[in-house]
């Protein structure tokens, strides 16, 4: 479909520089490069079963520190103090916002690493 509109804006398409780059752009989209995993569906498989087992172990690791720090273990953290603040009350009002952004850069790095590994990465 996506082919088809571009060959429609390239009949129909007005203004010089549009028509002459379009065609480059129909050549990109429909360039395929041997190592694409659309050929390989077990490769396929595999790399989307690794990123959602990382997917679900980061968003357990955050809600166990936003909900079962912040909520559920609150009264038994309220008894250590970190700061002058009793920790429950840090957690659920700090902590995890900070875990939450530490693991975004997790994800950052493991997503790049996975993409390496499956030769899908953008270099």
């Not at 490769?43 to 955050?62: D, E």
């Not at 520190?65 to 957690?91: A, D, M």
């Amino acid at each position: 479909m996506c082919c088809n509109y571009l060959n429609f804006l390239l009949i129909h398409g007005k203004g010089v520089a549009f028509r002459h780059y379009l065609p480059l752009l129909l050549v990109l989209i429909n360039k395929q490069t041997p190592n694409s995993m659309a050929q390989d569906p077990g490769k396929m498989k595999a790399y989307w079963k690794k990123n959602l087992k990382t997917l679900f172990f980061l968003l357990l690791v955050w809600f166990v520190v936003s909900f079962g720090f912040g909520i559920l273990l609150v009264e038994e953290l309220n008894t250590i103090r970190l700061g002058g603040y009793k920790l429950g009350f840090w957690f659920a009002q700090q902590g995890s916002i900070y875990a939450f952004v530490v693991l975004i850069f997790i994800y950052v790095y493991r997503m790049n690493k996975l993409d390496k590994e499956f030769d899908v990465d953008e270099e």
